[in-house]
């Protein structure tokens, strides 16, 4: 069975703007994927070709195996998209609104009632329903938004910032909907700014930066590093002067001092095999190690790593920097 | 868990977006002042006029004050509560969530119109009651002057699918200063038929007591283009807000041309004039010309495959059917060939057209080729193709004014003439002398080459991914 969602060399231009700039990615079906990106980075240009609301320069976008483009309305039935930011209408109750999104999505009579009592129990919208749907908290809004998106229960949930802008509570509510519904089994694409909760929610993240995918892999891997994206931290400390610690790095290429600590310092090693001929060179040289530990990178640091290296321009390794340095004549 | 009520207000067989719209419209302020305050004033001047029943133009004081509150909550308040339609949904971003149902965007923009056009109906529904009583004041053509109110509701529907369509478009310029202007020129209109002067209010009801055949001909005619123009107007709207899968354009192309044709055919049939029909004709062509001049040239492969499938004579129609400006190009010159052809066959049969209708219509047809042509060649990216070709046709208009004005200030001062490349000045040149009839109209025809030429060429790239798009799909022999 083929993903729930493959985009294809997807390209999406607006005028000289490259928006996206040729994505590839999968999401296979029942996983949660977080899509990280800092503002104008394409996410929320993706996530709408993907919701069959706007179209591609190129490429092909397949949502359970069908083209968004070629099979909009079959796509749409798939889908259940919530939007970044969104009007509610005047004079319409919560119950109104579902109402009139259940009669828009092909529901009539006791199967329409059924559904949107359905949906108003899961997203708690019950005692709300005959509030006015313009008169909302952000959260209750959100709530509503999600339950709308859930009325013709959608095998794929495209979600763009659903916390944006939500107190720490109605946050917890939000995540705790979004994992039920995993556990449900409904594939979810979620972009959030958020990334300590999309790390907790996600299977996989995507990170994109200026239309292009610099990032796919899950959120473990990148908070330990392992996925050789800004090589991993380490915690060392000494007995004596910190400074040594700092000297001995500078004429060690595997290694790079980030800070200094009360006995020690932060340093970024490569790989773990760098980490552990750099532990047993420190020994070696005298140095008298009492700490040496790999610290877990938040996922904030490696989105900010990850950024610093993709708009970074290449450069040769330090390793191979130094020698080169060292072999030209003064 | 406690269950929620049924809402059981409308029927499950109704547009569900007619299902919220009434929901909201009926709820909102404009309607129920608008409701209360056209029973308010016409009980109340009921209630003067019975007064004063022994007056001899009771009966037709009442009938113009009525038709005059009615013209005025129908012509202009509900038509400009179309405005913000599909506008409040864009800027709501809810138009996206109405897109993903099933919904298309057909329905949804028809669902606006026939909700404010029921509402209408509702005041329609409210008025008939005063008329009833105006009855007894005596005096009365009750036949034509319930027709007229019907064709009052007529025209209503035409301008409330005018500004609901037109809501769609990005340029507020357009989307709220032309409906305002239209407004003020229909309260004008209807002032001086109900108030300025009695006379006027009855030569109009005389039209629809139908007492010559050409008046009720006239009166078809007039519901024909009615019905026309709101269906093409509400098309515009659907089309903005469309996804690119769901083409428009081969339904609307195909329809204009059919009426068109109709329209011009109709010679062989009624003693019409020969610029009646060319008039009709140029009001049906010039909207559908500049729908097909804007459009997006995306070609998605579900639009192309009938097309394809039917083989070189499919993909022949499509280059003259499928959706974007590029294929506009085509389609219009189809239209102008069309109306050319009218015009030759006219010159033959019926008293040739004079020289002034033929110089017009080349005109018209130069403006649209070199706004497009203007707009491919300064501003090929933006992405606004409607409000920058408008912007084009009207820079036309704002030349030959300027123009004109100079030479009305400095008598001696002859300059239009070397404007006569921007089109719109042909429209005055022909009144002049500098130019015959003749060099006029071969001016035309190279303004019609050249604009369309230079439009043709930026728009190779686009003909090309036409080509590639049909690659795609195959065949029914491949297949």
């Keep these: 069975m083929s993903n729930a969602i493959i985009v294809n060399n997807l390209y999406r231009y607006f005028g000289p703007l490259k928006a996206v700039d040729g994505i590839n990615f999968e999401v296979s079906h029942g996983s949660v994927c977080g899509f990280v990106g800092a503002n104008g980075a394409g996410k929320t240009t993706t996530m709408r070709v993907l919701s069959t609301l706007d179209y591609p320069t190129m490429g092909t976008v397949e949502i359970c195996g069908i083209n968004v483009v070629n099979h909009p309305a079959k796509v749409r039935s798939l889908i259940g998209w919530m939007p970044d930011h969104f009007g509610n209408y005047e004079h319409m109750t919560v119950l109104e609104y579902l109402d009139f999104y259940a009669r828009a999505l092909g529901y009539s009579g006791k199967e329409r009632q059924m559904r949107i009592q359905e949906v108003m129990e899961f997203a708690d919208l019950i005692p709300l329903a005959d509030r006015l749907s313009n008169k909302l908290s952000k959260g209750m809004t959100q709530r509503l938004c999600l339950g709308r998106a859930l009325i013709h229960d959608p095998q794929v949930l495209i979600m763009d910032e659903p916390a944006a802008g939500l107190d720490p509570k109605a946050r917890v509510e939000l995540k705790h909907l979004i994992r039920i519904l995993a556990e449900e089994g409904k594939t979810i694409f979620i972009s959030s700014h958020i990334l300590s909760e999309l790390g907790e929610m996600c299977d996989s993240l995507l990170f994109i930066n200026n239309g292009r995918i610099v990032h796919h892999g899950d959120a473990e891997s990148l908070k330990q590093g392992t996925d050789g994206v800004g090589g991993q931290l380490y915690d060392i400390q000494l007995l004596g002067s910190p400074q040594a610690l700092a000297d001995w790095i500078a004429t060690n290429p595997y290694a790079e001092f980030i800070e200094s600590r009360k006995q020690g310092g932060r340093v970024r090693i490569e790989s773990l095999e760098t980490a552990s001929r750099v532990l047993a060179s420190m020994v070696k040289d005298g140095l008298q190690v009492i700490e040496f530990h790999r610290e877990q990178r938040n996922l904030e640091d490696a989105f900010i790593d990850m950024l610093e290296k993709v708009n970074t321009p290449p450069q040769m390794p330090k390793a191979a920097a130094t020698a080169s340095t060292e072999g030209t004549p003064h | ?479």
């Design chain 2, 1 to 479: 868990m406690a269950s929620i009520k049924h809402i059981v207000d409308f029927s499950d067989k109704l547009n569900p977006m007619l299902v919220k719209e009434l929901r909201q419209g009926l709820r909102g302020i404009g309607f129920v002042i608008l409701f209360i305050a056209l029973q308010a004033v016409l009980g109340f001047i009921l209630l003067i006029t019975a007064s004063i029943a022994s007056h001899e133009n009771a009966g037709h004081l009442l009938s113009r004050t009525i038709f005059f509150l009615f013209s005025f909550a129908v012509l202009i308040v509900q038509p400009l509560r179309g405005i913000s339609a599909l506008s409040s949904e864009i800027k709501g971003n809810t138009i996206d969530l109405l897109c993903l149902t099933r919904l298309s965007a057909w329905r949804i923009t028809f669902g606006k119109w026939i909700s404010l056009v029921s509402q209408s109906a509702l005041l329609l529904a409210a008025v008939i009651p005063y008329l009833v009583l105006r009855y007894f004041f005596g005096d009365m053509q009750i036949f034509s002057e319930l027709i007229f109110l019907l064709m009052i509701f007529l025209i209503s529907a035409t301008l409330t699918a005018f500004t609901v369509g037109f809501s769609s478009i990005k340029t507020n310029i357009f989307r709220v200063l032309l409906p305002i202007l239209g407004g003020m020129c229909i309260f004008r209109c209807i002032w001086q038929i109900f108030i300025g002067n009695r006379y006027s209010y009855q030569e109009v009801v005389q039209i629809f007591s139908f007492s010559n055949s050409s008046s009720l001909l006239g009166v078809i005619a007039f519901i024909v283009m009615c019905i026309y123009a709101g269906w093409m107007c509400l098309h515009i709207g659907s089309a903005k807000i469309a996804p690119v899968a769901e083409s428009h354009s081969v339904l609307q192309r195909s329809i204009s041309l059919l009426m068109i044709t109709a329209a011009l055919a109709t010679a062989l049939i009624t003693t019409a004039s020969a610029f009646t029909l060319i008039m009709l004709g140029m009001f049906l062509a010039i909207p559908i010309c500049i729908i097909c001049l804007t459009e997006n040239p995306y070609l998605a492969p579900s639009i192309a495959e009938p097309f394809v499938r039917k083989g070189i004579a499919g993909r022949l129609l499509g280059r003259f059917l499928y959706p974007g400006w590029a294929t506009g190009l085509l389609f219009v010159m189809v239209v102008f060939a069309l109306l050319q052809g009218a015009m030759f066959y006219y010159s033959k049969t019926q008293t040739s057209l004079d020289d002034g209708v033929q110089i017009n219509v080349n005109a018209v047809f130069a403006m649209l080729f070199f706004s497009i042509a203007m707009t491919r060649l300064l501003v090929r990216k933006h992405q606004n193709r409607f409000g920058l070709f408008i912007l084009f046709l009207s820079t036309q208009f704002l030349i030959l004014a300027i123009t004109f004005v100079c030479e009305e200030f400095f008598h001696q001062f002859e300059i239009m003439h070397y404007f006569c490349w921007i089109p719109a000045t042909l429209l005055i040149l022909k009144e002049g002398t500098i130019f015959s009839p003749e060099t006029l109209k071969l001016i035309a025809w190279l303004n019609i080459g050249g604009y369309f030429l230079i439009a043709l060429s930026t728009s190779l790239p686009i003909w090309r991914q036409i080509s590639e798009t049909e690659k795609q799909i195959p065949s029914d022999k491949q297949i």
